[in-house]
């Protein structure tokens, strides 16, 4: 795969977003940047408005809806806040009107998006696997359950990252780094990039042991 020049990730952030959600694929690309400068990622809200995430963590998005920002790939966080915006119009038609060539992406329950969209049917995708208390009740589900309720037209999939194409999903809080690595993957890097990109993090023994656990589909198959 030819290296896509200056590849740039827009990660959304929205109320109760989960912080390792999207600051672990952020922060590989942070490190990667050390290796090739003309990476970039950026935050993304519906308005220009600072964004209180999990446990009381507020950011300042670079970017609103409005501004349509140039990118490479689109990625959605989980956390407490997507069961609002599984609901959210405004998320739905920017998404929407994204470019084909952008890819979309999500990290844990943020894939509960796409399947309130209908984008997973036909296609495997994956969400968390390990339920937090209430989930592990009679209360609750596990998230990755839930999207199988909420899309049964998708193949759910166990894996800790699933690339369909043009959507890729993430598993539970933390495979947020392995999204970041293979999404330097699909912007054309090499191996060695990767590898010494998960060097500088120190995070070399944890890449060796996921970096395997991917499962490919190709849509037009």
């Given at each position: 795969m030819a290296r896509?020049?200056?590849?740039?990730?827009?990660?959304?952030?929205?109320?109760?977003?989960?912080?390792?959600?999207?600051?672990a694929p952020a922060g590989v690309f942070s490190v990667a940047r050390r290796l090739d400068p003309e990476l970039d990622t950026f935050l993304?809200?519906?308005?220009?408005?600072?964004?209180?995430?999990?446990?009381?963590l507020t950011v300042v998005p670079?970017?609103?809806?409005?501004?349509?920002?140039?990118?490479?790939?689109?990625?959605?966080?989980?956390?407490?806040?997507?069961?609002?915006?599984?609901?959210?119009?405004?998320?739905?038609?920017?998404?929407?009107?994204?470019?084909?060539?952008?890819?979309?992406?999500s990290v844990c329950t943020g894939s509960w998006?796409?399947?309130?969209?209908?984008?997973?049917?036909?296609?495997?995708?994956?969400?968390?696997?390990?339920?937090?208390r209430l989930e592990a009740s009679h209360l609750g589900k596990t998230p990755i359950d839930r999207l199988a309720e909420m899309a049964p037209?998708?193949?759910?999939s166990r894996a800790r990252v699933v690339?369909?194409?043009?959507i890729v999903t993430a598993g539970g809080i933390a495979s947020g780094m392995e999204l970041g690595f293979h999404l330097l993957r699909r912007a054309g890097y090499d191996e060695d990039f990767i590898d010494d990109v998960a060097r500088v993090m120190e995070y070399h023994r944890a890449y060796e042991l996921y970096r395997h656990d991917i499962e490919f589909h190709d849509p037009a198959l």
């Open positions: 896509k020049a200056g590849f740039r990730l827009g990660i959304y952030v929205f109320k109760d977003a989960e912080i390792v959600d999207y600051a993304v809200a519906e308005s220009m408005r600072p964004v209180q995430t999990q446990a009381g670079g970017y609103s809806f409005a501004d349509r920002p140039a990118m490479d790939a689109f990625l959605i966080p989980g956390g407490f806040g997507t069961r609002q915006e599984t609901h959210n119009a405004n998320l739905h038609r920017y998404i929407r009107a994204l470019p084909p060539e952008c890819l979309l992406t998006i796409y399947a309130r969209m209908g984008l997973l049917d036909g296609l495997p995708a994956t969400n968390r696997k390990e339920p937090d037209a998708c193949r759910v690339d369909a194409g043009r």
